[in-house]
């Protein structure tokens, strides 16, 4: 029996590994964080401060915190799939045979639990904008949007 696990990361990555030979075999991109927009430099050239360095450490931090695979997990049907959720509100499914995205499912929030059902290719996610949803991985289609939790 190949025994694999599915690792999410803070840098928006999955990566599948196999446990036996610890051999990493496959990295997906959730994903990546934005290029920050330069802002328009002032005519005077200011010299840094403690403060703007902390703003600068505080915006990063963000950015990491906004890219982080939150949740992850193989699809229990026979298809070849895996799923991830992150902070950025997306679920994504991925073909592992050819390690492309099928489909994003796109939430209010961030995706912070998933789970496959048993048999067949549908994946409940849970979302910090408080709703549960269930998603036909095959498509991308919403089945129905649970809302009324606190």
Known sequence: MVLFIFLGSVDGTLKLCHIGNKRMLQTLVHS?????????????????TDAMEDDVEDDEEAMIDAIAVECCGFCCSELPFVASG??????????????????ACAHGAAVVS?????????????????????WDARSGNLIIALTGHV
Do not use: Y
């Open 86 to 103: 992150g902070m950025d509100g997306q679920l994504k499914v991925w073909d592992l045979n050819t390690g492309n995205l099928r489909v």
């Open 32 to 48: 990546q964080p934005q290029q920050p927009q330069q802002p328009q430099q002032q005519e005077e050239e200011q010299e840094p």
């Open 114 to 134: 998933l789970k496959w059902h048993a048999t067949m290719p549908i994946v409940t996610t849970a979302c910090l904008d408080k709703q549960v949803r269930l």
